[in-house]
T-cell receptor, first 115, second 109 residues
Framework: DAGVIQSPRHEVTEMGQEVTLRCKPI?????LFWYRQTMMRGLELLIY????????DSGMPEDRFSAKMPNASFSTLKIQPSEPRDSAVYFC?????????????FGEGSRLTVL | KNEVEQSPQNLTAQEGEFITINCSYS?????LHWLQQHPGGGIVSLFM???GKKKHGRLIATINIQEKHSSLHITASHPRDSAVYIC???????????FGTGTRLQVTL
């Protein structure tokens, strides 16, 4: 299996631009998570999907952030407009089990720099 | 006080040493994860446990629910074990994982 695939691996953009991060979970996994990692705050859950439905988006920092999962094999995290404080590494993870019991499989991350 | 605290924050060991990383948490949990993050940035799930002990190769994870404490042990450590080890807990009533700040391990020859 190819694992969780994220793109792009690196993105440098200017403040105000739209950023779209993409994730392909492992086939058959029914739960998908977007995390953000910064030096100051460590890892934080942004949003969690189960069977393509957003279950918990309370970690999404503000309206500039949105996430979609149109089908079981694809999800996007969009930031519009981007700000320098959004600079972080964004991880996507998936699990084949119920979130209460499942091991997480992480992608390699997308490193975002907003100038 | 953070809900999840790890110790030590930084750890340097010589190859072959037995290593213990500790994780204490302050809430009731349904599961605890140990994650490994290498310098390249990728995160790998090492263990997910809710009771007792799990072993995988040279790695052993234990959890004591009553004491709200978990340990990750590495036997016969090797330089390739150098990484940040992160503890994360899932509160039984919440969908989020709460992460510790990580323990940075450096194993030298």
């Amino acid at each position: 299996d190819a694992g969780v695939i994220q793109s792009p691996r690196h993105e440098v953009t200017e403040m105000g631009q739209e950023v779209t991060l993409r994730c392909k979970p492992i086939s058959g996994h029914n739960s998908l998570f977007w995390y953000r990692q910064t030096m100051m705050r460590g890892l934080e859950l942004l949003i969690y999907f189960n069977n393509n439905v957003p279950i918990d988006d309370s970690g999404m920092p503000e309206d500039r952030f949105s996430a979609k999962m149109p089908n079981a094999s694809f999800s996007t995290l969009k930031i519009q407009p981007s700000e320098p404080r959004d600079s972080a590494v964004y991880f996507c993870a998936s699990t084949p089990f119920d979130y209460n019991t499942g091991e997480l499989f992480f992608g390699e991350g997308s490193r975002l720099t907003v100038l | 006080k953070n809900e999840v605290e790890q110790s030590p924050q930084n750890l340097t060991a010589q190859e072959g040493e037995f290593i213990t990383i500790n994780c204490s948490y302050s809430v009731g949990i349904s599961a605890l994860h140990w994650l490994q993050q290498h310098p390249g940035g990728g995160i790998v799930s090492l263990f997910m446990l809710s009771s007792g002990k799990k072993k995988h190769g040279r790695l052993i994870a234990t959890i004591n629910i009553q004491e709200k404490h978990s340990s990750l042990h590495i036997t016969a450590s090797h330089p390739r074990d150098s990484a940040v080890y992160i503890c994360a807990v899932k509160n039984g009533t919440a969908s989020k994982l709460t992460f510790g700040t990580g323990t940075r391990l450096q194993v030298t020859l």
